[in-house]
């Protein structure tokens, strides 16, 4: 299974995202975005703010807390209000470039990062950890912008026996397709609706397959009757999913050089790790 950087990256790498606007436009809308979530909180603090434009929508593979961990995490979102922004340019290759996003912060996301692209294309990349979450931004921002956005997830996990013998990961943990965009259908009148399709492969206690949205024309429908659950989505598909939108999705040159890093102190994290200390948390039993 094929993924971003043969995951010497990993967790970061596990989820991320682009944007069909250039990186200059991208940041002014995520800064405009993050300058109003005071103002909307103060406005329901017990909500905080409509259509996922806090958190965002959850991937399918979830992160897990323990009771005391989830009580903690909710008590910060209602009672600490987010810190002011911080959006400083920087130009490295990549993907040495993602150690900018550590400490990786478990709990909350305070760390993006925005890199430029061999294209039209905006990359992000998220400090959340152990899983890290793209998704809401992913949709806010696109939407402020009137662009599409592209969502994808190429993570891998060991098998029981794998994590025992602490041999490499073996087989897929989240293969993830998101397109949204301003061309989606309204799902009814009066309801603003920016998804166009999902195609998935997760594991939530066994491999599961799933699609939403209306299909699109590059997609390989054939292979979603596959017999073998991981055969119905892989990492391969997944790069010609891209590539259909001029994406090369596991070229390390695609990637950079320019970047801007966007930082919010929002609620205090449950842990700060580095990319290997969250790796290990993550798959080491």
Known sequence: MRTLAADRYSPVTDSFGFFEAPI??????????????????????VHGVPGHALHGDLPLVPVIFSPAEERLRRAHEKEVPPGPVTIRPLRAPFPEVLRNLEPLTVGTSERRLLLST??????????GAPFPDPW????VVAERLGCRSIGVSCATMPTLLGRLLRRPRLMPADVRFELEGPEAKDIYPGFRNYHI??????????LVFVTAGDQQPFEEPAAYAARR????????????????????????????PDGILIERISVPPLARLTIEEARRRLWEP
């Not at 979530?37 to 406005?43: D, F, R, V």
């Not at 061999?118 to 400090?127: E, G, H, K, V």
């Not at 399709?197 to 066994?206: C, E, F, K, N």
């Not at 999913?241 to 070229?251: K, N, P």
């Open 229 to 256: 659950m991981r055969k119905r989505f892989t990492s391969d598909m997944l790069e010609r999913y891209a590539a259909a939108f001029d994406i090369r999705l596991f070229d390390l040159d695609f990637y950079g």
């Open 197 to 206: 399709r999902t195609v998935q492969l997760a594991w939530d206690g066994r």
């Open 136 to 139: 809401g931004p992913l949709h």
């Open 24 to 45: 200059d436009e991208v940041a002014a809308a995520f800064q405009a975005w993050y300058e109003e979530i005071p103002e909307l909180l103060a406005q329901d603090p």
């Open 118 to 127: 061999d294209s039209r294309w905006t990359a992000l990349f998220d400090n």
